[in-house]
């Protein structure tokens, strides 16, 4: 049966450290007519909805890591219950997650896995299913300080959804990997199942590869990778075991498609140039050379860039497969991950 839509809502959304504020700006933007500002923590804004929405609506902001209804505070797993059985949801996947992470991906899961336990069994005895895949997404999100009442929001699911529990994959940065973007490909990764495909013995460009964080990630999945950057890679790279590394230290701009292969089987970008910079050189390359599965880093370093990510994304729907999605990861800073292809 559907829920009803509520009569004075309050939508939510969990977005990176430090990113509230784009956040805000770019919700005000798209949606001023019918949200105002409301209750607001680091990492978690809400909005009072001046209409009647339900869980169906979509914020549509890149800088939301997840969103959704507000369902309000609980403070024990009996309210949990309650605010599901009066919705009449027979049916739902539980994510229990921080409303604080860390862009390092640090995360103690134990106790936030220990709540929902917990909480699962309370729903269970309600009669209520937990299925990963069920349509409808309760998030329950947990404060830091052990006092503070969980903040629960329901979602139904979207083309694009995160697909890890509170969009927070669990994964950590090793100490080996040479930079930050071994994080940021593989939160790309598991945001969209690409974790999961076999990617051995595929071919990657990595664009903008040193020192090579992310190229690592890629070599230790199994596949080739061509990197292009004017700068040095990391010995682990460059001495990986599968010896599956090529560097062309060429910038951009003087690469030589015509001694590209013709197919690769993904695409990383990750240049820090401004995106009208970069992406006439990606749709060339794309032009070029059958790419499948792209994954680009938009650096918004200059004010406006915020502003203009559809315009940025809509370019990049005119060449690249689809489906596109555009998300903030959480080990994104000013930039945003736009991945293409199914
Ligand atoms: C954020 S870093 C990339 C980090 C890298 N993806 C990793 O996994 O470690 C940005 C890189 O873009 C490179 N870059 C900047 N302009 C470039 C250009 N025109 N052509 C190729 N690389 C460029 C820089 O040399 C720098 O290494």
Redesign the pocket.
């Known amino acids: 049966m559907p829920a009803p839509a509520t009569a004075q809502p309050f939508l939510f959304a969990c977005c990176r450290e430090g990113s509230e504020a784009s956040l805000k700006a770019d919700v005000l933007r798209r949606h001023a007519t019918l949200l105002t500002p409301a209750f607001m923590r680091p990492q978690l804004i809400t909005w009072k909805a001046r209409a009647p929405v339900d869980e169906t609506f979509d914020l549509a902001t890149p800088f939301a890591r997840v969103s959704g209804l507000s369902l309000g505070p609980c403070k024990t797993e009996a309210e949990v219950v309650e605010k599901i059985t009066s919705r009449s949801l027979t049916r739902i996947s539980l994510h229990v997650f921080p409303r604080v992470a860390p862009e390092d991906g640090a995360i103690d899961w134990k106790a936030l896995d220990a709540i929902r336990d917990r909480v699962s069994t309370a729903l269970q005895n309600a009669g209520i299913t937990l299925d990963e895949a069920a349509e409808h997404v309760l998030s329950l999100i947990v404060d830091d300080k052990p006092e503070a009442a969980w903040f629960s929001g329901l979602r139904k699911r979207r083309a694009g959804d995160p697909l890890p529990c509170g969009g927070l994959p669990r994964i950590v940065l090793p100490s080996h990997a040479?930079?930050?973007?071994?994080l940021?490909?593989e939160q790309a990764l598991a945001w969209r199942g690409w974790d999961k495909v076999d990617l051995s013995h595929q071919t990657a460009l990595?664009?903008?590869?040193?020192?090579?964080?992310?190229?690592?990630?890629l070599l230790d999945r199994g596949m080739k990778v061509i990197g292009?950057?004017?700068?040095d890679m990391?010995e682990s790279v460059l001495r990986h075991d599968s010896g599956g590394f090529r560097h062309l230290r060429?910038?951009?701009?003087r690469?030589d498609t015509s001694k590209l292969p013709s197919t690769f089987d993904l695409l990383?970008c990750?240049?820090?140039?401004a995106p009208p910079?970069?992406l006439p050189h990606i749709a060339s390359l794309c032009q070029t050379c059958r790419v499948p599965r792209l994954i680009l880093?938009l650096k918004l370093n200059h004010p406006t860039f915020e502003q203009r990510v559809d315009e940025f994304v809509g370019y990049i729907r005119s060449f690249a497969p689809g489906p596109v999605f555009v998300t903030q990861l959480a080990a994104n800073r000013r930039e945003v991950c736009v991945m293409a292809g199914e």
């Open positions: 040479p930079s930050r973007a071994w940021k490909a990595d664009l903008g590869c040193s020192p090579g964080g992310a190229s690592l990630a292009v950057d004017t700068g990391d060429v910038p951009l701009a690469l990383l990750d240049i820090n140039l910079e970069v880093t």
